[in-house]
């Protein structure tokens, strides 16, 4: 299976709202494989959304803690405790950032096949699910830090020059 490039914080492709998938077709389903694909070829990979690979559609997939599978059209239902804790993205290696989220969420979207799909998940799983889904808004997880420390963040994430 193919292993796509990630593409960077600074991307202008990460900051447009994906589409929502129409068609469960067999594009559909060679993108959920290649995002698995990609998502696997790194250590401590744990989710991946389809923005990340050039792809503007609403995809997800996660692989955390022996919950593994993917999501197409996700909609999140969050916990009102919040808990905050380091988080990272694929598109800024190698940095790492307190941030607080939800502790719990409920995540209802389609599989591949376009079959209804529930996933209810705790602490750091409920975190990648979160994190990716912002990547389907064009929101960056250093979107939710104040802006000083976004300053902070974005001078350690994103190259000079």
């Known amino acids: 299976m193919t292993v796509l490039p990630i593409r960077m914080f600074d991307d202008p492709l990460l900051r447009a709202v994906a589409s929502p998938v129409h068609d469960f077709d067999r594009e559909l389903r060679r993108l959920v494989k290649t995002l698995t694909a990609t998502m696997r070829a790194g250590a401590g990979r744990a989710g991946l959304?389809?923005?990340q690979v050039g792809e503007a559609v609403r995809v997800v997939v996660y692989a955390y803690d022996g919950k593994a599978g993917h999501l197409v059209n996700p909609?999140?239902?969050l916990s009102e405790r919040r808990v905050t804790a380091d988080?990272?993205?694929l598109s800024a290696p190698g940095?790492?950032?307190p941030?607080?989220?939800s502790y719990m969420v409920t995540a209802r979207g389609r599989d591949m096949f376009g079959k209804p799909?529930?996933?209810r998940a705790l602490g750091i799983?409920?975190?990648v699910l979160q994190h990716e889904v912002d990547h389907l808004d064009g929101v960056l997880f250093s979107d939710h830090l104040e802006e000083s420390e976004r300053a902070r963040f974005l001078a350690?994430?994103?190259p000079a020059g």
């Open 49 to 51: 959304a389809a923005p």
């Open 75 to 77: 909609r999140l239902e």
């Open 87 to 89: 988080e990272a993205c």
């Open 95 to 97: 940095v790492w950032w």
């Open 99 to 101: 941030l607080e989220r």
């Open 117 to 119: 799909v529930t996933v």
């Open 125 to 127: 799983l409920a975190r």
């Open 156 to 158: 350690e994430a994103l």
